[in-house]
């Protein structure tokens, strides 16, 4: 069965810090889907990034960058010089390619405080 | 594109009664998804539609609960019977397959939510 851990609960930075969020994952599929989503503190889970599991290079976007290793299985996620408005909850989550039902298992989310 | 929308936003219910929520996918997107969540917890699968069909469910959707997308647009989860343990925030998500070669575009996006609360 596939699993998504992301073992940091909680993480408070000064604003302007780089952080991390670490996401491990679980899959015996070869051909699967990782995400990133951000729930901020309105609910909706708002998409970041979607990469599959044939391309290992890592992705940039503005201060967002992935860190993505299958030798691993983790798919990390960095914000360089954070902002209080990149304050929220961010899940991790997995799609396995089965026969056509992507599905998304999430991790438990890790809770991002900025502090200002 | 709109987004999903999804009305209720907030149920406030007693324990025993039947609730109904609607989620509204992005137009032309042929695939919607329910989930739950708990607090502290990352959304659990419910269920999956392909145009009106249901093809999948969750071990979560007990008898109690039951979907349709009956003509393949809106969708609609009703929990019959609520129990305390029902409270949840409920989310709704939608994707189109567009075929991209060998690997469909299927990125799922998530509607904002409806939170129940069974008193």
């Known amino acids: 069965a596939q699993k998504v851990t992301q073992a940091q609960t909680e993480i408070s930075v000064v604003e302007k810090e780089d952080v991390t969020l670490d996401c491990v994952y679980e899959t015996r599929d070869t051909t699967y889907y990782l995400f990133w989503y951000k729930q901020p503190p309105s609910g909706e889970l708002v998409f970041l990034i979607r990469r599959n599991s044939f391309d290992e290079q890592n992705e940039i976007s503005g201060r967002y960058s992935w860190n993505f290793q299958k030798s691993t299985s983790s798919f990390n996620f960095t914000i360089t010089a954070s902002q209080v408005v990149d304050s929220a909850v961010y899940f991790c989550a997995l799609s396995e390619r089965g026969f056509g039902n992507e599905k998304l298992t999430f991790g438990t989310g890790t809770r991002l405080t900025i502090i200002p | ?119």
């Not at chain 2, 989930?35 to 999956?48: H, S």
């Not at chain 2, 060998?102 to 990125?107: F, I, K, P, V």
Request: with cysteine; glycine share 8%.
């Open chain 2, 1 to 119: 594109d709109t987004g999903v929308s999804q009305n209720p936003r907030h149920k406030i219910t007693k324990r025993g009664q039947n609730v109904t929520f609607r989620c509204d996918p992005i137009s032309e997107h042929n695939r919607l998804y329910w989930y739950r969540q708990t607090l502290g917890q990352g959304p659990e699968f419910l269920t999956y539609f392909q145009n009106e069909a249901q093809l999948e469910k969750s071990r979560l959707l007990s008898d109690r609960f039951s979907a349709e997308r009956p003509k393949g647009s809106f969708s609609t989860l009703e929990i019959q019977r609520t129990e305390q343990g029902d409270s949840a925030m409920y989310l709704c998500a939608s994707s189109s397959t567009a075929p991209d070669g060998l690997l469909n575009t299927d990125t799922q996006y998530f509607g904002p939510g409806t939170r129940l609360t069974v008193l």
